[in-house]
């Protein structure tokens, strides 16, 4: 590519798609992909699936837009079914991640600005989060790179390290409103937190009158292999906001809150142009047809499983290259002994998409359609991937040994 204008925030591959089918992209050059990226997470049914094309086509064709001045049929629906499948009672939808994010931040202070305490406009944080890159969101997710100078930054996050109970307890104060919280980091490098830290999360919360907001923007929509990651941890939050897996690839995200967490959250609270219209809420629809449906969610948690175990002996083949394997469901994490940017340059040589995060871990999110060919297959390529990061080490060590051997 010669120039560009788009505004170069993003270090691009120099790879463009043009095609996808299930788990495969094909790109421009012909050369074909076998996904496990997802789109970060977002692909949840894979590429073109008929019945989101479908649902695509047949609402495309008749009305894609009135605004929320209007009753919304789509979105009602939609909701309902969430609401049905989850602890919440009512939903509110958006156009991507971090404003659902941002919307359950505002829902939980409002609840306690209605409830006498307008103090409360605190929320606990967590170290290595990511919510999005709004000014309110990038604040609460406390990443420096993502903060700084962007001026003042939007108040009321207090983080502590992720999986610390103590620290959490220590950091709870007058101003204290709520919790918010990944039920698995995602951009943290796919941290599971040891089983009873949500729960102590929750106990807390009940304790001293905070909500507990869950980011399952990532982990949301059977992505862990339940519908909603809490339910791995038996705990459910108050508010929670989701996105990526529930448009299948339509820009679509919501908040979901109980009753009593939404109390504030009346006419002209809150509002959005675009989210919840009736295109991007009949393929939300459309999702939890295939979501839903019996058996789906347990195959993503047998595919998960086998998908662990397969990695597990591609860690045992290859110790100098994968350090662990951890994650639940579709969702897990490669922590790389090399650079994770060169993990995913050389799987990408291998014709197989990963996505870095931080610590060194390559996210695999494939579509939660895969099968236990495309598990093979996804494994078998990854192998490949090890044996170049291996060879070129010891490639490059063999020069250095040549090189220092001539000198000595
Ligand atoms: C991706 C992500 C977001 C932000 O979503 P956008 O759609 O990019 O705004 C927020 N929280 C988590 C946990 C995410 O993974």
Known sequence: MVTSSLLPTYARADLAFERGDGAWLTATTGERFLDFGGGIAVASLGYSHPHLVAALIEQGGRLWHTSNLFEIPQAERLARRLVEASFADYVFFT??????????????????????????FHAITFEGAFHGR??????????????????????????????DVEAVKASIGPQTGAILVEPIQGEG??????????????????????????????????????????ELFGVAPD??????????????????????????????THGTTFGGNPLATRIGDAVLDIVLAPGFIEHVALMGLKLKQSLAELKDRHPRVIAEIRGEGLMQGIATRVPVNEFAVAARAEKILVIPAAENVARLLPPLIIGEEEIAEA?????????RIERERDRRMGTDASVSGATA
């Open 379 to 387: 494994i078998k390529r990854l192998d490949s991937t090890c044996l």
């Open 95 to 120: 156009n991507s991640g971090a404003e659902a994010v941002e919307g359950a931040i505002k829902t939980a202070r409002k609840y306690q600005s209605v409830s006498g305490h307008p103090e409360k």
């Open 189 to 230: 490098g796919i941290r599971v937190p040891a089983p009873d830290f949500l729960r102590a999360l929750r106990d807390l919360c009940d304790r001293h009158g905070l909500l507990l907001i869950f980011d399952e923007v990532q982990t949301g929509v059977g992505r862990t292999g339940k519908l909603f990651a809490y």
């Open 239 to 268: 508010i929670m906001a989701i996105a990526k897996g529930i448009g299948g690839g339509f820009p679509l995200g919501a908040f979901l809150t109980t009753r009593e967490a939404g109390k504030g959250m009346t006419v002209g």
């Open 134 to 163: 709004t000014l309110a969101t990038i604040a609460a997710g406390g990443n420096p790179k993502y903060i700084d100078g962007f001026g003042p930054k939007v108040e009321g996050f207090d983080p502590v390290p992720f999986g």
